[in-house]
Nanobody, 125 residues
């Protein structure tokens, strides 16, 4: 059974940094493309960042470009480095994986096959 487990969320002052981690398990021999999304209270889940299975392609939402970085250190672990955090970055952050589907075109939630439970990030001014 596929599992995605996020960690690293927390409370941080504006301007600070956090690193989120996501571990993928349950499908031996599979190296999925991975993404990060976030959902603030009362808002829809939105795309944050994506990394290809090989790690050689990344894509970011405009709102986080230059501040966030996605990387992977092996087939099963992906990181989201978040710098210069702002109060508007406050949200539950979700890790997602594409196991079955094609390369995403619009990086929408429907293009990802599996989701983690989420980790809370709170940025205070």
């Amino acid at each position: 059974q596929v599992q995605l487990v996020e960690s690293g969320g927390g409370l941080v002052q504006a301007g600070g940094s956090l690193r989120l981690s996501c571990s993928f398990s349950g499908r031996a021999g599979t190296t999925p493309a991975m993404g990060w999304f976030r959902q603030a209270p009362g808002k829809a889940r939105e795309f944050v960042a994506h990394i290809s299975w090989s790690g050689d392609f990344t894509h970011y939402a405009d709102s986080v470009k230059g501040r966030f970085a996605i990387s992977r250190d092996n087939a099963n672990t992906v990181y989201l480095y978040m710098n210069n955090l702002k109060p508007e970055d406050t949200a539950v952050y979700y890790c997602a994986a594409i196991v079955w589907g094609p390369v995403p075109t619009s990086f929408g939630v429907n293009e990802y096959d599996y989701w983690g439970q989420g980790t809370q990030v709170t940025v205070f001014a």
